[in-house]
């Protein structure tokens, strides 16, 4: 119960505050990062007290951090308490509880639920068709395309030649239903100028609660041709889509290059002989 007479002593904390559990992704959890967090929004929060109980028991591993006012006043406080891969598999439930000021307690609660069915993912891993001008400075883009996995928290990362590549060099698409379970990609984009050089093994990593160790999809990008998609030369579309016409239009430029020799040399020969002639009449 709350006490009426603290209440009016501190009138701006008599409306309770708003309580919030956000749940971690499935990637900080893989990387054991990953943090439970219950946000408090209100008026008056300098006194407040928030607590956790994992799977109802009191637990002291939370961690408080608090914002400035806003223009209207209001406060944000974040309170974070950790979670393991364990906790995350085994199933676990995270209750934040919030006291003070001048309301009864708040609480929420966030259950991680132990997945009893799971489907593993089925990965591929392919270049992306696109024209390539010579002012992009996107040299190639491949698509890893993640299908068919359940439950649907996932975890999509690459490596190149097994070196773990930043965050800000490929997007990952939303997941969404796809039959009985989930579908998502996720689009590298590689720079003319990456760092580590052209060319190179480019994995997709995957990491599901379906499977204890990381799936990976690889594609090997040689340089030639890298230096094709850079090049954005037709020749270079025609030998890697057709080889013989390639080998055609190749044979052709090798016929008129040994004409042009030949009318060249005969109009030399006829301007040589013309040219004794006129001596000799001479």
């Known amino acids: 119960m709350y006490n009426t007479s603290k209440c009016q002593a501190c009138y701006a904390s008599l409306l309770k505050p708003t309580v919030s559990i ?22 008056g929060l300098e006194n407040i007290e928030v607590t956790w109980d994992v799977d109802g028991k009191p637990s002291t591993m939370g961690q408080k951090t608090m914002r400035g006012k806003d223009a209207s006043g209001a406060q944000e406080i ?11 598999r085994k199933g676990t439930r995270f209750t934040c509880k919030v006291a003070g000021g001048c309301y009864e307690e708040v609480i929420k609660q966030l259950t991680i639920k132990k997945e009893t069915q799971t489907m593993e993912p089925s990965i591929t891993v392919s270049k992306a068709n696109f024209d390539v001008s010579l002012q992009s400075t996107v040299a190639l883009i491949l698509v890893c ?36 379970g989930y579908t998502t990609y996720s689009i590298l984009k590689i720079g003319r100028d990456e760092a580590g050089g052209k060319g190179g ?79 000799k009449v001479k």
């Open 22 to 43: 956000i749940k971690p992704s499935y990637r900080d959890v893989v990387e054991g990062t990953a943090n439970v967090t219950c946000v408090v929004v209100g008026f």
């Open 78 to 88: 974040k309170n974070t308490h950790t979670i393991s891969l364990e906790q995350w």
């Open 145 to 180: 395309n993640v299908n068919g996995f359940s439950p649907e928290e996932i975890s999509i990362s690459w490596k190149k030649d097994n070196n773990i590549l930043n965050e800000t060099l490929y997007d990952n698409g939303p997941v969404t239903p796809a039959g009985k």
């Open 201 to 279: 093994s480019y994995s997709c990593v995957v990491h599901h609660s379906s499977s204890n160790q990381p799936l990976t999809k690889s594609e090997k990008v040689p340089i030639d041709s890298w230096d094709c998609a850079i090049m954005g030369a037709a020749l270079c579309d025609i030998r890697n889509e057709n080889e013989d016409e390639y080998s055609e239009l190749e044979e052709a430029n090798s016929v008129w290059n040994k004409v042009s020799t030949f009318m060249v040399l005969f109009t030399v020969a006829i301007f040589y002989g013309g040219l004794v002639t006129f001596i």
